[in-house]
């Protein structure tokens, strides 16, 4: 039995652009546009019940190789990503829910998580969502400090992310996450540390903590090009990082992944996914998904995504089925991002070899990556591997040991 899936849906509306995203997403859309994205959606989750999300192949029909029906598969995990969903009303969440109970066989406790912007929500709008079964919200805080927010773009003040977390606790949300961002120009380790406290003071179930990456085309970077902004060091860097998960633990976060600290058993289940290479679809206009060993993408272009599934035709624009050796290179280095690691005997079940005779030429550089303190390898009394895991030294240098398997 195929293990249960996850959803990814992409809303690429935004209230402004904020100064360091380079995510898909578009300002000043009106109602008409934002109707006819949400009946692309619909369709596009009907594609999923016959398997044509790729290349026009059919699971019912039988043609093609591609994607299976998916129809009535179990959902145990969707995820409304953005762009900000909540900028989605209550009626066009509904037909979105509606649907995809009648294509999925949504769990009893599915985890469905919406981002949130906080200034962007009202009460009565939050008090919809849950009714609709949106049981977890992820607010994109980054700062609670205004200076910072003014760096980044960002469209609300310290009041708005306390205010919005109020009014999501009387709507009867009791699983929230806050998005935090550190590495920002400007910032000091007292902003961070204070951010910290203000961001714990909240009380929610989950902290991400991100450290900005600066992607090419940003306002952000073209700051920092120019000379009007000075990125921090990485040493400033790291000792953010460091100092965020010390002071995450003191305030009982425990640290499950190299960017995420949750209350015990709130982890998101849905990222979790990604990480241990489990299967989801991805519905949306950029959206990524990664079923039946096969990883697609869908259409970036809105006027593009819109025509294709208007025609009733497929707008994933990439797609490509993965060979034994790169799924087991990604169970490597995305189960690497965990803070448990990587389970070497569950590698070999899945794959049919052991990790280390399929990484024989990697294994004196591992070694020298445990001998220097970045990472740590358990063995079974036979010797076998049975664990890889990054130390917390290790994950500052997260990225060189990772590569190790690509």
Not at 2 to 13: A, C, E, Q, S
Not at 243 to 251: D, H, I, P, T
């Amino acid at each position: 039995m195929k293990d249960n899936l996850g959803v990814y849906i992409h809303i690429p509306f935004c209230v402004r652009k904020c100064n360091y995203c380079d995510f898909t997403s578009f300002v000043g859309v009106d109602e008409e546009l934002k109707n006819e994205y949400i009946k692309c959606l619909l369709n596009q989750i009907r594609q999923t019940a016959c398997g044509r999300m790729v290349g026009g192949d059919c699971g019912v029909c039988g043609e093609g190789d591609g994607i299976p029906a998916l129809q009535g598969r179990r959902v145990d995990s969707v995820f409304f990503g953005g762009g900000t969903p909540s900028l989605l009303s209550p009626v066009q969440m509904e037909n979105i829910m509606v649907e995809l109970r009648r294509t999925f066989n949504l769990t009893e406790d599915c985890e469905i998580t919406m981002e949130a912007n906080p200034g962007t929500v009202t009460s009565w709008q939050l008090r919809e969502y849950r009714e609709l079964g949106v049981n977890r919200l992820s607010f994109g805080v980054q700062s609670m400090e205004a200076e910072m927010l003014a760096v980044l773009g960002r469209i609300h003040g310290e009041r708005e992310a306390a205010d919005s977390m109020e009014m999501a606790r009387k709507a009867g949300f009791d699983n929230v996450n806050l998005d935090l961002m550190f590495g920002i120009p400007g910032q000091t380790q007292e902003y961070w540390q204070s951010t910290l406290r203000k961001i714990t003071a909240l009380a929610p179930e989950h902290i991400s903590f991100y450290s900005l990456q600066v992607e090419e085309g940003t306002p952000i970077y073209n700051d920092i090009k120019f000379g009007r902004l000075t990125p921090l060091s990485e040493e400033d860097d790291r000792r953010m990082y460091h100092r965020g998960l010390a002071y995450l633990r003191e305030q009982g976060y425990h640290q499950y992944e190299i960017s995420n600290g949750a209350k015990a058993g709130r982890e998101c289940r849905h990222n979790v996914k990604y990480w241990t290479l489990q299967e989801y679809v991805g519905l949306g206009l950029s959206a990524h998904g990664f079923v039946n060993g096969i990883r697609y993408s869908c259409d970036e272009d809105m006027t593009r995504y819109i025509k294709t599934v208007q025609r009733g035709e497929s707008p994933v624009v990439w797609s490509h089925q993965n060979t034994l050796a790169e799924t087991a290179s990604e169970f490597m280095f995305t189960g690497l991002r965990l803070f448990r690691g990587v389970d070497l005997k569950e590698f070999q079940n899945r794959f049919g070899i052991s990790a280390e005779r399929m990484y024989a030429g990697e294994m004196a550089e591992l070694n020298r990556f445990c001998q220097q303190g970045f990472l740590s390898i358990d063995k079974e009394e036979d010797g076998a591997f049975s664990n890889m895991r990054l130390t917390e030294r290790g994950m500052d240098i997260s990225n060189r040991i990772m590569a190790l398997f690509v």
